[in-house]
């Protein structure tokens, strides 16, 4: 009976004329996008050991890099199905699925499809640049920069640019996949062998040698106007090789070449969006990466009940969200006895990074009791301190 009537829809779809067809798949294709997989998480928040439980909307992989954040490798995760978005809070309100923290992925508009108010539009990735107009030694003025071109130099690290399809076909195999599945697990974005070969027409490949052997390898994209630093791997995904330098090697070696090239801005590519990320951190510290740019879809997470482990989730993952075309930092801080100068210094110092318009400090308990007094003035105009209950986290 159902097939016959699908029969019969088609036969009146095909009827209709082609630009009520084209509203028609229009329409179906954006109800089609906001029906998500969905799973409820649960477990041991990992920083804090206290109990957390999740509803997540989305697609695996991500769901398993927001579940690696929070609970490390150990949590359980309930699939109850493929849910509409304007139902997704229900769900996570009440009944067998009842959760702290509601996490969604969609584009920042679909934040009033899923009923979220007071969440954060959190891009699933930054894109950043780097000035290179400047001279090297002013990158080397950074002390931590300077060590690791030191350790380079120390161990022997040069490097070599390649367009050889076989030299590609040896990066892929035996450096980029081993590297980004060890690195990222469960979350890896491994892409495929055929697309990235033909990309690869358009890139040139640099190469980290330690004597005359290749350990390390960087995919550089580079148009007329524009180079970006694209995609690494190290061989067999080796750590010795990672602490003998081959990964500053490979941005060093990068930031050189395209400077001598004639390039006054490199693309540093993608990073997650949570401000502690390795690969985020490094660039922002050693390179002075601004971010310029983000991916269109993000998660849109959304505080359901102040739970201790809701705020050891929060205190222990800052990140960087977008509202209104403007980025913002967001930093939560656990209920403290005192929150000095220093304090907040150490905090700007680590998380306030180019083309943010302010890092917000949200403080658990006695946020509101913090004013901007307490601010250094030098850092004024970037930095505010709130409440986080009060702000952020009403209902």
Not at 95 to 103: F, K, P, R
Not at 246 to 253: E, G, V
Not at 316 to 327: A, E
Request: proline fraction near 2%; include cysteine.
């Amino acid at each position: 009976m159902n097939r016959a009537l699908l029969v019969i829809g088609k036969k009146i779809y095909h009827k209709f004329p082609y630009r009520i067809r084209s509203l028609i798949y229009r329409a179906k294709y954006l109800y089609d996008n906001y029906r998500m997989d969905t799973w409820h998480i649960s477990g041991q928040e990992t920083t804090s050991n206290q109990s957390l439980s999740i509803l997540y909307s989305g697609t695996e992989i991500n769901k398993n890099y927001f579940a690696g954040l929070a609970f490390g490798q150990s949590c359980n995760e309930t699939y109850i199905g493929k849910k509409y978005l304007w139902n997704i809070q229900g769900i996570a309100r009440s009944g067998q699925y009842q959760s702290a923290l509601l996490t969604v992925e969609g584009w920042e508009s679909s934040c009033g499809i899923a009923k979220v108010r007071n969440g954060f539009f959190i891009p699933l990735w930054g894109h950043g640049k780097v000035d290179s107009s400047v001279d090297m030694a002013e990158f080397l003025k950074n002390e931590s920069l300077n060590s690791d071109v030191r350790r380079i130099k120390k161990n022997g690290l040069e490097y070599e640019i390649s367009t050889e399809a076989s030299q590609f076909d040896d990066f892929y195999h035996t450096m980029y996949v081993p590297y980004i599945m060890k690195a990222h697990g469960r979350a890896a974005i491994v892409q495929k062998y055929d697309e990235m070969k033909e990309e690869f027409k358009k890139c040139k490949l640099l190469l980290i040698k330690n004597g005359n052997e290749y350990i390390a390898g960087i995919l550089l994209v580079i148009k007329e106007d524009e180079a970006n630093i694209w995609s690494l791997g190290i061989k067999n995904a080796d750590y010795q090789y990672v602490k003998d330098g081959a990964i500053c090697a490979l941005f060093y070696y990068s930031v050189q070449y395209l400077k001598e090239r004639g390039f006054n801005k490199i693309n540093f590519g993608f990073s997650r969006p949570f401000l502690d990320d390795g690969v985020l951190q490094y660039k922002k510290m050693k390179w002075k990466q601004e971010i310029v740019d983000c991916s269109d879809r993000g998660f849109i997470m959304h505080v359901l009940s102040v739970t201790p482990g809701v705020k050891g989730f929060l205190a222990h993952n800052p990140f960087l969200y977008r509202s209104s075309d403007k980025y913002y930092g967001a930093v939560f801080v656990q209920d403290k006895e005192s929150f000095s100068k220093e304090d907040i210094k150490k905090i700007y110092r680590k998380y306030f990074m180019g083309g943010m318009s302010r890092l917000y400090i949200h403080l658990f308990g006695d946020g509101d009791m913090v004013t901007q007094d307490n601010i250094p003035q030098e850092i004024a105009d970037k930095l505010i301190i709130c409440s986080a209950e009060a702000q952020f986290l009403q209902q």
